[in-house]
C-alpha cells in the first residue's frame, strides 16, 4: 500500500519550462529511488531519470542537460525541473519508486508507479 502523487503538468510553448512533482506515502520502511518515466502515444514507456535516496542520478540523452532531478529524503518527494521543453518532450510523465516494504518476517523491494501527468509542448 504505497501511493504516488504527482502534480506540474500542463500545456507549454517550445523553450519553457515546467516542474513536476512527486510525493509517496503509505506503508514502506524506506525509500531506495525515485524517478520519472514517460510514454507518448503509440510508443513504449521510456526512461527519463532517476535520483537514488544518496543523490545519484541518472537522465535520458534526450533530456540531458535540459531536466534537472532531485529528491527530498525528509518528504519523500522527487522533482524534476524541466527547461528548453520541445514538442518531442510531449508525453504522459510517470512517476516511478522503487521501496523497502516489510510484510510479516520478510523485507523486499518493490516497484510503484503513478497515475500520470500530462505534459504537452505546442505551439
Known amino acids: 500500500q504505497v501511493q504516488l502523487v504527482e502534480s506540474g503538468g500542463g500545456l507549454v510553448q517550445p523553450g519553457g519550462s515546467l516542474r513536476l512533482s512527486c510525493a509517496a506515502s503509505?506503508?514502506?520502511?524506506?525509500?531506495?529511488?525515485m524517478g520519472w518515466y514517460r510514454q507518448a502515444p503509440g510508443k513504449q514507456r521510456e526512461l527519463v531519470s532517476t535520483?537514488?535516496?544518496?543523490?545519484?542520478?541518472n537522465y535520458a540523452d534526450s533530456v540531458k542537460g535540459r531536466f534537472t532531478i532531485s529528491i527530498d529524503n525528509p518528504k519523500n518527494t522527487v522533482t524534476l525541473q524541466m527547461n528548453s521543453l520541445k514538442p518531442e518532450d510531449t508525453a504522459v510523465y510517470y512517476c516511478?519508486?522503487?521501496?523497502?516494504?516489510?510484510?510479516?518476517?520478510?523485507?523486499?523491494?518493490?516497484?510503484?508507479w503513478g497515475q500520470g501527468t500530462q505534459v504537452t509542448v505546442s505551439s
Open positions: 516511478y519508486a522503487n521501496v523497502l516494504r516489510n510484510t510479516g518476517n520478510s523485507y523486499y523491494r518493490q516497484n510503484y
Open positions: 503509505g506503508s514502506f520502511v524506506s525509500i531506495n529511488a
Open positions: 535520483i537514488t535516496s544518496g543523490g545519484n542520478t
